[in-house]
């Protein structure tokens, strides 16, 4: 009996002793914006080859390129490093006039020269991102000839065909065409490789903010670029790898981030109550959607497609699930793009959809599968389309699986339906066009894999059509051409397209000038603040 | 015979080192044999983890050649193995540092985290243990079991999640998730990577303090996790000693019961509970995935996961290395320990 008080008394120590260590009160500095973010998708901070959502938006903000758009009207084009551009009578010649007086970070003068070797440079390491400008007829072999600097403040890049501009233009907005800093790029070369291994962690650019450091799976941070034309508010900008969301949003309330960028819907109902937290969205460039893939004999009637379609809850996964997360968009162009149809013809319809199953000789309805990323989102998207499936008979299995495993399946066209997100990877429709609404070459050693390859779909006359529409210079029938494609595909596609994909970012009241972007590389913190 | 002892010792010593090489090699090997076939049949494609799900199929191909993942498997094994006998484990494909920078980036946190949930497990869970098996049957001994209950069957990240709402995010007692906050995080130089030491060498105590504000939590969780597996094991240990004739002979001999728990039941009970603790250290060193994630604590745990999900195949081999090797060297410190702590082995 003796050991009980003594034993009491020691842990009575160490609870006040933990106590008096209390933490220092909960603030983010004033000039610094903590963000809480899953990061670790994060491969390589190389303008040349990022492709992530995380290192887009980084990029955005720490890298200037030749031209961007205007973030509130995507049809405003304006030159960044550009002063101005022109475009030869035959329509194959581009000629741009750069800024005279503007620097990198280091401190380097901003030349032609530096453009020049930015676009050759993401088509000589040639990685996942380099189709982008590549697809204008620029090989590794010919680049160095196509693109040329023509005098210390202009430069000029051929093309192989004459497309429509905007096209080119919108392709030479997005992050692979950064202009990073030649003199300091090479200075840090080895063996040739155009100092790749060394910007894969490092930083040599003229945006806003400059990156300091990545620590992956932990922290990226950012400061602020004394040699920028409008100096950022913020000193620095800190992106913390916050995997679990439900600590992010711990986080957000007590003040130790500023803003929580992966809370779900019911984490973000909950914090909309708190006085000092707002909540703010935009449309994004990708979709949620349905992939069929037509090796399966049953998927590829044209009746059962349809009747798919009309056995999805639209709204309801809208209103639920994808509450603030999502909108329901049915074409495959998201809203915003040039082009984009934003009617949504299709809507939950049981009916209708067995009259289809039933032209299609499945009255009894049939067994199919659906291979299922387990994340919250797609796992509960998943059974609410097994459940509106199963009013007409369709038997939906859900195999769920890790998001690469799932992947890995779908590119090997083994699924039955595939569920997952898409996202455009430049602001140009030809983006998605190429992807749902063409396919080249349909066997199974195909050069190009379109998500319309993934699912086995021979689009037919649609892959001449799209291939039509990048050379069309006049905007209004380009926009008319891409129109009829997504009508094509909504009648029927092998795609059930459900959702456009919204961001939402919870922040503390004090955050003001974040931009969430049509893009994932224009959320920008260039003119954020705190109060 | 003084000096014969110390020859024996010094040759059990020798002959444990070389036994040790030998367990280590062959536990490594078989380690490396079946995490790398392993990794080669898992559904998932690493080259997407590298090029991502939009690249161009020409450079998949060339990164999957870069990979070597277009040659048969033995050969790939071969390749690895002779790789990995130079010290060369290979680079992450998430990270670009070679497998084992990153180890040991992350491996500090672990340790940190481990080796203090293990000292408090320790210092609580044995004393617990005793407790309850002298009080057999009371009150005490259900308290204290069912603290083992609790302990043992409530998912970590729930009692991680709730603590962190109460003692962070409500009373404001401890810092939230993350080693340290930011305002701090620039202030000292990471030489070891464990950050109390870190700070407390350069003298920066703020930020030591700080330190220690993020890190009790998580520590006196994990510390209850291993508490309630000492302290059950300290339960059943001692009420095997304590039914022993020689208790009964010491305290006919008059000993005060003090003595005869402490001096003599626990002594005994301690070589066992050497093997338990040294289970326990080693089970939260291999890093606690749930901890880890629920307190942002970038450790080898959440390494390892993510790696595994993307079929970053050379940093779950540099992990599972890692891990097993810890392994080996705790048996040998118990071994050693058994020694120093039982006569008979001497």
Redesign the interface.
């Known amino acids: 009996m003796?050991?009980?008080p003594k034993?009491l008394l020691s842990?009575a120590m160490v609870a006040t002793m933990?106590?008096s260590?209390?933490?220092?009160e909960?603030a983010?500095?004033p000039d610094?914006l903590?963000q809480a973010w899953q990061i670790?998708d994060i491969?390589?901070l190389d303008p040349a080859e990022i492709?992530?959502f995380t290192t887009s938006e980084i990029a955005g903000n720490t890298y200037e390129r030749l031209i961007n758009y205007d973030y509130k009207d995507v049809s405003k084009i304006y030159g960044e490093v550009a002063e101005s551009w022109s475009v030869s009578p035959d329509g194959k010649t581009f000629t741009f006039k750069i800024r005279q007086g503007k620097k990198f970070a280091s401190g380097n003068p901003i030349t032609a020269e530096d453009v020049a070797f930015s676009l050759q440079r993401a088509v000589l390491l040639?990685?996942?991102?380099?189709?982008i400008i590549g697809q204008f007829g620029l090989t590794k072999d010919n680049v160095k000839d196509k693109i040329k600097q023509t005098g210390p403040f202009e430069l000029t890049m051929e093309l192989d065909k004459a497309y429509a501009p905007t096209f080119v233009l919108y392709c030479l907005t997005s992050t692979v065409a950064s202009v990073v800093d030649k003199k300091l790029v090479l200075q840090n070369e080895k063996e040739g490789d155009l100092g790749y291994a060394w910007l894969?962690?490092k930083y040599a650019g003229s945006g806003p903010f400059s990156i300091r450091d990545w620590?992956?799976?932990?922290?990226v941070v950012l400061e602020r670029n004394p040699n920028y034309d409008k100096k950022a508010p913020l000193a620095r900008v800190?992106y913390?790898?916050?995997?679990?969301t439900?600590?992010q949003r711990?986080?957000l309330?007590?003040g130790?981030v500023d803003i929580a960028r992966n809370l779900n819907p019911e984490e973000l109902a909950a914090v909309s109550k708190s006085a000092d937290i707002k909540i703010d969205s935009g449309p994004k460039g990708g979709v949620w959607y349905l992939g069929l893939n037509q090796k399966n004999p049953t998927l590829a009637k044209p009746e059962v497609r349809k009747a798919l379609k009309y056995l999805v809850d639209y709204s309801a996964i809208a209103d639920t699930i994808m509450k603030s997360k999502g909108e329901v968009h049915q074409a495959f162009l998201p809203k915003g793009f040039l082009g984009a149809v934003n009617d949504n013809p299709y809507k939950l319809d049981v009916a209708k959809a067995k009259e289809l199953l039933e032209k299609a000789g499945l009255k009894d309805g049939f067994t199919v599968t659906m291979d299922t990323r387990s994340t919250a989102d797609t796992t509960g998207m998943a059974q609410a389309i097994q459940q509106t499936f199963a009013q007409a008979g369709v038997k939906l299995e859900i195999i769920p699986g890790?998001?690469?495993?799932t992947?890995?399946?779908y590119?090997e066209r083994r699924h039955d339906i595939y569920i997952g997100r898409w996202g455009a990877?430049y602001q140009d429709p030809n983006t998605n066009a190429d992807t749902f609404a063409a396919n080249d070459d349909n066997s199974d050693n195909?050069?190009?894999?379109p998500l319309s390859w993934r699912n086995a779909w021979d689009p037919g006359p649609l892959t001449a059509k799209t291939r039509a529409a990048v050379l069309e210079k006049d905007a209004e029938k380009r926009a008319e051409m891409y129109k009829e494609l997504q009508q094509a595909v909504l009648d029927d596609g092998p795609y059930v397209i459900m959702l456009q994909e919204i961001e939402v970012m919870a922040s503390r009241k004090n955050v003001e000038g974040v931009v969430i972007g049509p893009s994932f590389d224009t959320n920008s913190v260039a003119q954020a603040k705190k109060n | 015979m003084q000096r014969g002892g110390g020859h024996e010792a010094l040759r059990f010593f020798l002959k444990r080192i070389a036994q040790f090489l030998i367990v280590l090699a062959t536990t490594l090997l078989g380690l490396v044999a079946v995490t790398f076939f392993i990794g080669r049949i898992v559904p998932i494609d690493p080259v997407i983890a590298i090029v991502g799900d939009r690249a161009p199929p020409h450079v998949y191909e060339r990164v999957r050649q870069e990979l070597g993942l277009d040659l048969p498997m033995i050969q790939q094994f071969w390749i690895y193995l002779k790789k990995a006998v130079t010290g060369d484990f290979g680079n992450s494909v998430l990270t670009t540092n070679p497998v084992m920078t990153d180890i040991a980036n992350v491996f500090p946190a672990t340790l940190e985290l481990a080796t203090l949930g293990t000292v408090i497990g320790t210092l609580v869970g044995i004393p617990l243990g005793v407790l309850a098996a002298v009080k057999r049957g009371t009150f005490i001994d259900q308290l204290v079991r069912l603290l083992g209950l609790v302990g043992y069957s409530i998912p970590i990240f729930w009692l991680g999640l709730m603590a962190l709402l109460l003692f962070y995010a409500k009373l404001g007692w401890v810092a939230g998730p993350g080693r340290i906050d930011v305002t701090y995080s620039y202030l000292y130089t990471p030489v070891t990577g464990i950050v109390l030491f870190d700070t407390a060498m350069q003298g920066q105590w703020d930020a030591f303090w700080d330190a220690v504000s993020h890190i009790i939590l998580p520590t006196c969780l994990l510390g209850y996790f291993s508490l309630a597996y000492i302290s059950r094991m300290t339960r059943s240990f001692m009420l095997n000693e304590l039914a022993q004739e020689y208790v009964i002979a010491a305290r006919v001999k008059g000993l005060s019961e003090m003595r005869v728990i402490w001096r003599h039941a626990l002594r005994n009970a301690a070589v066992p509970l050497v093997t338990v603790i040294a289970l326990s250290y080693a089970n939260l060193l291999e890093g606690s995935v749930l901890t880890e994630t629920v307190f942002a604590w970038p450790g080898l745990g959440q390494y390892i996961t993510n790696s595994l999900q993307n079929a970053d195949m050379n940093a779950v081999l540099g992990g599972t290395l890692v891990i097993g090797a810890v392994f080996v060297l705790l048996n040998l410190v118990s071994d050693l320990l058994y020694r120093l702590l039982d006569p008979r082995t001497r």
Do not use: M, Y
Not at chain 1, 240 to 244: A, G, N, P, S
């Open positions: 003796k050991q009980l034993f842990a933990a106590t260590f209390s933490a220092v909960a983010t500095p610094t903590v670790d491969i390589s492709f992530e040639d990685k996942s991102p380099a189709f894969k962690t620590k992956a799976n932990e922290v800190i913390r790898h916050i995997k679990e439900a600590t711990l986080l309330e007590k130790d890790d998001g690469k495993q992947l890995t399946k590119r990877d195909a050069k190009a894999k």
